[in-house]
């Protein structure tokens, strides 16, 4: 494990996280296109600037070398970013416990977050588990697709059963690169019952209607 210090990020340092996160987005983010990495490149610099999260970054040789954080309103990580020449060598592990310990502090009894594929097994091996499938749209409107993991920080993490990945079919994904523009109804169920729902109150107005349309004529030929 690589000896880092690990401290509180500063105003002062956010040129250097946007970089180190920007490398690390082009080069390991082998499951998105180019086009998605560049939209991500931007969203996640945006999300960096907000100003809505709390980080910490590892130095190394007094160089910041990876960069951690959580969001202020609520339990979930912002996201960990390490410089893909120091990846492998404990960094993020070292990252990912400053914010939980963070988290801990400040009275949070979970943490969840929002994985792209490939850092999936990363979270999992750290008591991460893996609740569902999601995705959100980043700069540009491009589709990401990516899974929701959820830590107690006391305790075995609670999986959600009914909406729980297929782990085998996951780790196919991300080894052959399928689309990430292929949807299925798995990725937002919610979306799926506001359609379903939709479609039934549009079916039933409509039937509504034909009905007085047809009362009306009979009305009239009366």
């Given at each position: 494990m690589l000896n880092v210090h690990i401290r509180r990020s500063q105003p002062s340092d956010l040129d250097k996280i946007l970089e180190v996160q920007a490398t690390a987005l082009r080069k390991l983010s082998i499951t998105y296109n180019s086009t998605q990495v560049e939209s991500l490149v931007q969203s996640q610099a945006n999300a960096r600037s907000a100003g809505d999260e709390i980080g910490v970054v590892a130095e190394y040789e007094g160089e910041i070398i990876g960069f951690a954080a959580i969001m202020t309103s609520k339990p979930s990580i912002a996201g960990v970013y390490v410089d893909p020449k120091h990846?492998?060598?404990?960094?993020?592990?070292?990252l990912l416990e400053a914010i939980e310990q963070i988290g801990m502090g400040r009275g949070d009894?979970?943490?969840?977050?929002?994985?792209?594929?490939?850092?999936?097994?990363?979270?999992?091996?750290?008591?991460?588990?893996?609740?569902?499938?999601?995705?959100?749209?980043?700069?540009?409107?491009?589709?990401?697709?990516?899974?929701?993991?959820?830590?107690?920080?006391?305790?075995?993490?609670?999986?959600?059963e009914k909406q729980r990945v297929d782990a085998p079919n996951l780790e196919r994904e991300r080894r052959f690169g399928i689309s990430t523009q292929r949807r299925s109804k798995q990725f937002y169920p919610a979306m799926h019952v506001i359609k379903t729902?939709?479609?039934?109150?549009?079916?039933?107005?409509?039937?509504?209607?034909?009905?007085?349309v047809v009362l009306t004529l009979i009305s009239r030929l009366l």
């Open positions: 990846i492998r060598q404990g960094v993020g592990t070292q009894k979970t943490f969840d977050v929002m994985s792209s594929l490939a850092t999936v097994d990363f979270y999992q091996a750290r008591g991460y588990q893996i609740l569902w499938k999601t995705g959100f749209y980043s700069e540009g409107k491009h589709w990401i697709r990516c899974v929701n993991l959820e830590k107690k920080l006391t305790g075995t993490p609670k999986v959600n729902v939709g479609a039934w109150v549009f079916i039933l107005a409509l039937a509504a209607f034909l009905l007085y």
